[in-house]
């Protein structure tokens, strides 16, 4: 007889458990293709160095941030695990140390490159003025170079020191070239665009930087706007990673034979599977509260 319930329990929860994967298989699937999405971009060496540029911290080696975070990531599981007891909340902290050090970055370029363009931003403008006044491209760099906002002048002081004062601006060019390659801005890809091609193909300079201009003028005001509607969605998402972890945590300290029941062998299946019901809700969240990125703008150049 025992037998014979045991067989329907199972049976009920394999049943079960089709019909709940039939329910939610298109949620399932997108979840893990987002899921192969981040971690493949975790490992990629060129994202992991476009998002560390565009935070301003393109003096940190790729490999040393990958190892860092992933080191502090697995001290914080091994700490949780050794303390509780418990594999399930080992993966829990690893998880959470890893997605707060990525928000962190995450934050921090989001701060900086909005800087960072507002003052590109402003530097187009000036230097649409110096054309304006007869001024050629290479008067309008040394003007912003020299007066130009104070956050981006290194950018056009390096190129600047390049040379390039012969015809076509080619050294000019190469230097932008590396600038753009360095800086990882959208912002700044259209302003190479329309410089190189002012200097290689002859382009008329002062009619693309005014339609540049209002182009992310309007994308920035966009952008801010958008900042505004997701900061709720946000800080839901830092709260379902950091809330559950805090609460076992006070349940430890306060209470610890409350997680007893955890600490056996169905105990951890049952707050395993909890742990992944609530990271599928998390994804879900994480998703709704990402923020638009401006796509970079990357054409093959020759030398002209």
């Known amino acids: 007889m025992t037998g014979l319930r045991t067989l329907l329990l199972v049976t009920a929860l394999a049943g079960g458990l089709v019909c709940l994967t039939i329910m939610v298989g298109d949620d399932l699937l997108a979840a893990l293709a987002w899921a192969r999405r981040r971690a493949g971009a975790a490992l990629r060496p060129e994202q992991v160095r476009i ?3 565009q935070a301003g911290l393109d003096s940190v080696p790729v490999p040393a941030w990958i190892l860092g975070r992933i080191g502090a990531a697995v001290v914080a599981g091994a700490i949780a695990w050794a303390w509780f007891g418990l594999p399930v909340l080992g993966v829990i902290a690893f998880l959470v140390t890893h997605y707060i050090i990525g928000v962190a970055l995450e934050v921090r370029r989001r701060r900086f490159e909005a800087r960072r363009q507002e003052s590109l931003l402003e530097a187009v403008r000036h230097g649409i003025a110096v054309m304006s006044r007869s001024g050629s491209a290479t008067q309008m760099l040394e003007a912003l170079a020299g007066s130009g906002p104070h956050e981006v002048r290194p950018i056009f002081q390096e190129v600047i020191a ?6 076509g601006g080619t050294a000019f ?3 932008i070239d590396r600038v753009q390659e360095r800086l990882a801005d959208p912002l700044f890809d259209d302003i190479a665009l329309a410089l190189s091609l002012h200097w290689r193909q002859g382009g008329k300079l002062v009619p693309a930087l005014e339609a540049l201009a209002g182009d992310w003028t309007e994308t920035l005001r966009l952008q ?6 997701r900061a709720g969605v946000e800080a839901s998402v830092l709260l379902l990673a950091l809330l559950p972890f805090v609460f076992l945590v006070t349940l430890q300290v306060l209470a610890p034979a409350l997680l007893a029941p955890f600490r056996s062998a169905a105990g951890e299946v049952v707050l395993g599977l909890a742990v992944a019901w609530m990271a599928l809700g998390y994804g879900v969240l994480q998703r709704m509260s990402q923020p638009p990125r401006e796509s970079r703008l990357q054409l093959r150049r020759t030398a002209g």
Do not use: D, H, I, R
Request: proline share 6%; charged share 15%; net charge negative.
């Open 224 to 229: 801010q706007e958008a900042k505004s509607v």
């Open 173 to 175: 060019a190469e230097a």
């Open 162 to 167: 390049a040379g390039g004062f012969g015809p």
């Open 51 to 53: 998002a560390l540029a």
